[in-house]
């Protein structure tokens, strides 16, 4: 995936949600609807997410040094995982908290500010404006998604990618609709009705979505910071070009892990032929680690370790399990 497409993702989604913040805002100071103030304090978790995510990624830039030898893309990983814990705090917790502040009032018979305000229809206006806009943002995330995912699922695609930029910003994006949803239906309900029960249902409706989005980004992102293996489709040209060259006899085993989302470290033991002599061995490896970078350009540090092998090559690799 181009870290270029999750970029303009991630800027797109930031753009909206600055502006639909604002909005939000003022629409709850005008009216005093729960789902407003829940929505409101998404949006700017939100757009702290975008910045960590933008500040991350120009982290995980910098050249490697001595203490990082591996340098640093894995930056990227933190700034995902910091933004599933501020969906999770900042914008779940809260809004799962004015639900349940609201409903006490209700329960307790105080009067209702939306019910209240003159200016009700205000909430409704921003919510479907913001709507609109958020559906724009969803739409480049999507379109990004599409042409990184190489026809997957986009389940498959969110599970399977090395690259957090756009599983966030997707998830990210289709919350916030499915949260302004629940918000429009929660403002609209307790003005048709006269319940101001709808309004505190639908900010704890928003509130269980981020902490549910937060926990899967929070479970992804984790797999990924612990680290996890090039994609099957990369180990196999990995293997492909390991054993396309003379000397090399056999692939004892092959492991991979992502140092960054756009970076591999490859570790290999090759069995070779028993009547092979150190510079052949040495021009074989050279000519092996020729072949993976051409293979696989997001291929980093190679490391491939010569071994008399006897053992028929399909049933190797045991020794690296």
């Not at 249902?201 to 899967?216: C, H, K, N, P, R």
Request: net charge negative; glycine share 8%.
């Amino acid at each position: 995936m181009s870290h270029q497409g999750g970029i303009k993702a991630i800027v797109a989604a930031m753009s909206a949600n600055l502006a639909i913040a604002v909005m939000k805002f003022v629409a709850w100071i005008v009216t005093g609807a729960a789902s407003l103030l829940a929505e409101a304090i998404h949006s700017v978790a939100d757009s702290a997410n975008q910045i960590i995510m933008l500040v991350g990624g120009r982290r995980a830039q910098k050249e490697a040094t001595e203490k990082h030898p591996f340098g640093f893309g894995r930056e990227r990983y933190i700034a995902a995982f910091l933004v599933a814990i501020i969906l999770f705090s900042m914008g779940g917790l809260f809004a799962l908290y004015e639900a349940y502040h609201k409903l006490i009032e209700v329960h307790e018979g105080h009067p209702n500010e939306l019910l209240q305000s003159r200016w009700w229809w205000v909430a409704i206006v921003v919510l479907v404006g913001s709507i609109a806009a958020e559906s724009m943002s969803f739409r480049t995330a999507w379109r990004e998604t599409k042409s990184a995912s190489g026809g997957e699922s986009l389940v498959t695609f969110i599970r399977s990618s090395r690259s957090p930029e756009l599983p966030v910003i997707l998830l990210e994006d289709t919350a916030a609709l499915v949260g302004l949803t629940f918000a429009l239906l929660g403002v609209s309900l307790t003005k048709l009705t006269g319940n101001g029960y709808f309004d505190a249902i639908g900010s704890g409706l928003i509130g269980a979505l981020l902490v549910a989005v937060a926990i899967i980004l929070a479970l992804e992102i984790y797999s990924l910071l612990v680290g996890e293996s090039a994609r099957p489709e990369v180990v196999a040209k990995i293997s492909h070009a390991i054993a396309g060259g003379p000397v090399i006899t056999g692939l004892v085993y092959l492991k991979t892990v992502h140092v960054g989302p756009e970076a591999i470290l490859v570790a290999a033991k090759v069995a070779v032929e028993p009547t092979a002599d150190a510079p052949a061995i040495a021009a074989a490896i050279d000519a092996a680690e020729a072949r993976i970078r051409a293979a696989e350009p997001m291929v980093g540090p190679i490391y491939i370790e010569p071994d008399i092998w006897q053992e028929d090559a399909a049933t190797a690799g045991r020794d690296g399990e």
